[in-house]
């Protein structure tokens, strides 16, 4: 019998070869063997000569006994051993862990053995490849228990195509396999009109893949939550953190912003614009003035308690609902509304809301500052003239005005010239003065009467006289 000294067998390498001859020195040391009951699962002959050459590792053993149990694939030991991350071993000590604590629980508790295969993937997956975001063993069980995502062959791939499609829109990563790398898809048509998301196909290799793994499950989180999509897309364009607290946040979300309006109304308080609905007409001062600024006449915060989810329509009208239960707004008024971050504008006519274009109603129609001009000139000079209650302005200094701005300019002629004599009317020394001259016109008058009769009485003396004179000397 030749002897062979075990050590020339090693060589310098250390190799998954030498290592498992190691394995086979000790096991006869020990004159071990393997219970007759006990089935353990064999490489194929092409497999071992595929890894027999990688470098071992604690790792490589975990693998390998993982596939000897049953527990994963051959093509997945395959995948799994070509991961060398000292991180990853953590996540097979996690997976050893599950599988001896599920022996004891009941079939429909434990984790599947596909489902460990999985996880085990996506952890490797993502440590391969710098394009992915890591994920250890919990987070890619966490992601293999949604609802919305399926792992094939490590991938997390969206089975959902309107979750897919939201993700796609809010700029979320996608990458593809292409010869054993990732090719990360950076247009958003190609991913939208991909044939096998479309045909349903998971297990193309064409099929896309998420590539930013943690923020999937914190999307997942809060999806199918009421306003869940509306969340999502909020945190996103106000470029809030997705971290831990992200599903914490949720319900604050919904509280301060999704069921919080911030609410004004405006009664109008003229009509210079006719029929058309411009900040003009409700932009006055206390005085009545023409003013710059809105005052509302009244403000509100309201918070709405629904259940349930809405449009965004319908949570307006329950605001506005709320907002006028005790209070009864004129027809045209006005009402604002805050609502996420964003402003708008309604009219209030025979309790309907109708929309208004903010940037019209903000906008003058006309000429303000030229026109007042005019009228103060006007009124300055006296040349501002009523007959039969048509009040005009002279010619020279109406042509100045734009044809399709005097309708404006005449509503505001008429209107100030309507708050003078209102002004006049409650001034109490305007009021005053008119007595005063009313009395004096009446004295002169008295005067005048007393004066005329005087005249006339001497008048009748005199020709008494004259008759009596006439007499004498006849």
């Known amino acids: 019998m030749i002897v062979i000294n075990a050590y020339s067998m090693l060589g310098e390498q250390n190799t998954i070869n030498t290592a498992v001859f190691k394995y086979a ?31 071992h590792s604690e790792i490589c053993d975990k693998i390998l006994f993982l596939f000897g149990a049953g527990i994963i694939s051959e093509k997945s030991v395959k995948s799994l ?63 293999a228990g949604l609802p919305h995502i399926s792992l094939v062959n490590g991938m997390a791939k969206i089975n959902d195509i309107e979750f897919f499609k939201f993700l796609v829109n809010i700029g ?9 790398s990732i090719r990360v898809e950076t247009q958003k048509e190609n991913l939208l009109n991909n044939e096998e998301v479309a045909n349903g196909q998971i297990n193309s290799e064409y099929y896309p893949f998420a590539l930013d793994l943690k923020r999937i499950i914190k999307f997942s989180a809060v999806y ?38 911030s609410i004004k109304s405006y009664k109008k308080k003229r009509n210079i614009c006719g029929a058309k609905i411009n900040w003009f007409d409700y932009a006055v001062s206390n005085d009545g003035n023409i003013s710059e600024q809105l005052k509302a006449d009244r403000a509100k915060e309201i918070d709405l308690d629904v259940s349930g989810t809405y449009t965004k329509q319908e949570l307006i009208d329950k605001a506005v609902k709320k907002f006028t239960a005790n209070l009864a707004l004129e027809d045209n008024s006005v009402i604002e509304i805050y609502y996420e971050n964003d402003k708008s504008l309604y009219l209030y006519r025979k309790t309907e809301l109708l929309p208004l274009d903010n940037k019209m109603f903000h906008t003058l ?39 399709n701005e005097r309708e404006y300019a005449e509503r505001l002629i008429k209107e100030q010239y309507q708050r003078i004599k209102e002004k006049r009317a409650s001034n109490k020394l305007i009021q005053h003065l008119s007595d005063i001259r009313a009395a004096a016109a009446s004295d002169r008058a008295n005067i005048s009467a007393q004066q005329a009769a005087k005249e006339q009485q001497q008048q009748k003396i005199k020709e008494k006289q004259l008759n009596r004179k006439a007499g004498t000397e006849g």
């Open 81 to 143: 051993i070509q991961c060398r991350s000292e991180e990853y071993l953590n996540d097979i000590s996690k997976a050893e862990d599950i599988i001896i604590t599920d022996i004891n629980n009941n079939i429909e508790d434990r984790l599947t053995y596909d489902v460990i295969e999985q996880i085990l993937l996506c952890c490797s997956f993502s440590k391969l490849h710098s394009e992915i975001q890591t994920v250890d063993f919990d987070e890619a069980r966490t992601l």
């Open 172 to 180: 979320e990563r996608f990458g593809t396999t292409s010869e054993e």
């Open 224 to 261: 199918d939550e009421s306003y869940g999509k509306d969340y999502i897309t909020f945190v996103l364009e106000n470029s809030l953190p997705v971290d831990e607290h992200f599903a914490d946040r949720y319900e604050e979300y919904v509280r301060k912003i999704k069921l919080h309006f």
């Open 25 to 55: 020195v000790i096991s006869s040391v020990f004159s071990a063997e393997l219970p007759k009951d006990f089935e353990v699962k064999k490489l194929s002959a092409e497999t071992i000569d595929q890894i027999n050459p990688d470098p």
């Open 365 to 403: 129609l006309f000429d303000f500052n030229k026109i007042w001009g005019i009228i103060q000139m006007c009124s300055r000079d006296h040349k501002i003239k009523v007959f039969e209650d048509v009040i005009t302005i002279p010619d020279e200094l109406l042509d100045e005005i734009k044809p």
